[in-house]
């Protein structure tokens, strides 16, 4: 089989798979609970034990073969530390970690946002990781990204609920988060009024990269934190007309006999996305219970999960290896740089571990048959920080390689599955309440 040379590459590069402390004599003998176990620890441990030293955040990428194209290790992504603040809470909660380790590392990722560049409160894509500076995601986009920031408010919220009831210390904690938080001008990237918001804004080209945020995609909870600011909160109007298209985003259609629920056909021509559009915005907005005037959102998740296993299991173009074990489609490095995976013309025989893994709350029996395979049938696949990037059967393609924004989705999505910890603690946050009512929702 084709994971076996795949296994023998890796051999000849020297990198093997590390399991959890608690790990059986073999993957074979683990239990579903252990597997669950083993996973959250490893993803886990790129954010922790992976971090960049000074700043304590994620690194953008970990590549085990030591080679850096673009010579970047210690650039840090704004984003993917989001997931990662997340991420270190689920090691609090299973004994990864004490709650003083976290703590420690909290107190320097928060002193280390409070003096990086931000643009109106906004922080860019990637910040360098000894200096807090900006450092460019693309020539024009050397500011304020509104995207990433809302990731890393997200989780910064998420953490603030975690520990606001704590020591004097942990209060503080919460204090400088609530800061941040407050500081983020989210109506200034509406563009002067405009009904909707903007990804970027740059004190070197203002708005040229002219990136409104219209139509489904990843972004709901910035949409839900732009209206919750109890500082610079848009109006309603901005997510009635600008993300929600004036009702046009609630156009669904049907795929594989399942509902879409929502308009995918705005950002593509496809009728589904990639999976991490049922990902970012849910590490801490909880899908069940959640709907508005346009859809369901559970509905909306768990069915495109569904849509990329049925598609995986019809194989329409004939890779190898897809099937019941082997599905998942995400923007992830490709066998020919990085690309937008997802069913149909975006389709290029290559599966990234994320997509699947991600979804446990959505799609519990197949998202565990894909990680039994990767543990033991093709534990070539993993690597000291879990699952490698993406992988190709057909192309008999695999990099021991590894990106914070799709491994931070793993251990904090498998424990909203087994204990809703992130759901519960973000949905209390009185402004995220605040927000949701503004716009419309119907939550629990």
Same mark, same amino acid.
Request: charged fraction near 20%; aromatic fraction near 14%.
């Given at each position: ?30 239990? $579903?609970?252990? %597997? ?48 990662? +603040? ?16 976290? =703590? ?17 409160? +906004? ?19 050397? !500011? ?61 080209? !203002? ?12 972004? %709901?909870?910035?949409? @839900? ?28 259609? +049907?795929?594989?006999? %399942?509902?879409? @629920? ?46 990329? &296993?049925?598609? #995986?299991?019809?194989?329409?173009? !004939? ?18 740089? &990085? ?7 975006? $389709? ?29 049938? #093709? ?8 699952? &490698? ?9 695999? =990099? ?11 251990? @904090? ?8 910890? %992130? ?7 009185? $402004? @995220? ?12």
């Amino acid at each position: 089989m084709k994971h076996l040379i795949i296994g023998g590459l890796l051999l000849l590069l020297g990198v093997s798979c590390t399991n959890a402390p608690e790990e059986a004599n073999s993957n074979a003998d683990l239990s $579903d609970t252990q %597997l669950l176990d083993t996973i959250q620890y490893q993803t886990f441990q790129y954010f922790w034990e992976g971090a960049e030293p000074n700043s304590g955040m994620a690194r953008e990428r970990i590549h085990m073969d030591g080679v850096y194209p673009q010579n970047d290790q210690d650039v840090i992504t704004l984003g993917g530390s989001g997931f990662g +603040v997340m991420a270190i809470l689920v090691g609090i909660e299973r004994g990864y970690i004490t709650r003083e380790q976290a =703590l420690e590392r909290y107190l320097r990722i928060i002193e280390f946002l409070g003096k990086a560049d931000r643009f109106h409160g +906004v922080w860019p894509h990637w910040l360098e990781g000894k200096t807090g500076k900006a450092k460019p995601f693309s020539k024009k986009d050397d !500011g304020g990204d509104l995207v990433e920031t809302a990731f890393m408010i997200q989780g910064l919220l998420t953490v603030a609920e975690y520990f606001k009831d704590g020591s004097a210390e942990e209060k503080q904690l919460v204090a400088d988060i609530n800061q941040l938080w407050e500081e983020v001008e989210w109506d200034w990237y509406t563009k002067g009024g405009e009904d909707v918001l903007y990804w970027h804004w740059s004190p070197n080209y !203002g708005w040229d990269m002219n990136m409104p945020i219209s139509g489904y995609n990843e972004c %709901l909870v910035m949409y @839900v934190l732009a209206a919750s600011s109890p500082t610079h909160a848009i109006q309603p109007e901005a997510y009635h007309k600008g993300w929600a298209q004036n009702g046009a985003i609630a156009n669904d259609t +049907v795929y594989y006999g %399942l509902n879409t @629920v929502l308009n995918f056909y705005g950002n593509g021509n496809e009728p589904t996305g990639p999976m991490f559009w049922a990902h970012y915005s849910y590490l801490g907005l909880n899908p069940k219970g959640l709907s508005d005037k346009y859809g369901d959102y559970w509905q909306l998740n768990q069915n495109q999960a569904m849509i990329h &296993y049925k598609y #995986a299991v019809d194989n329409p173009k !004939g890779f190898e290896g897809y099937g019941e074990n082997q599905w998942g489609f995400t923007s992830s490095y490709s066998v020919d740089g &990085y690309s937008g995976h997802h069913p149909g013309d975006a $389709d290029l025989g290559v599966i990234t571990p994320t997509a699947a893994l991600s979804s446990f709350p959505y799609t519990p029996k197949e998202s565990m048959q894909m990680l039994r395979y990767l543990y033991i049938e #093709a534990d070539s696949l993993v690597g000291k920080y879990g699952p &490698y990037d993406a992988y190709s059967v057909s192309a008999n393609w695999l =990099l021991p390689r590894y990106l914070a924004i799709d491994q931070g989705p793993i251990p @904090v999505m498998i424990e909203n599955y087994r204990s809703g910890l %992130l759901w519960n603690l973000f949905m209390k946050n009185e $402004d @995220v309440q605040y927000g949701l009512n503004r716009l419309g929702f119907s939550h629990n």
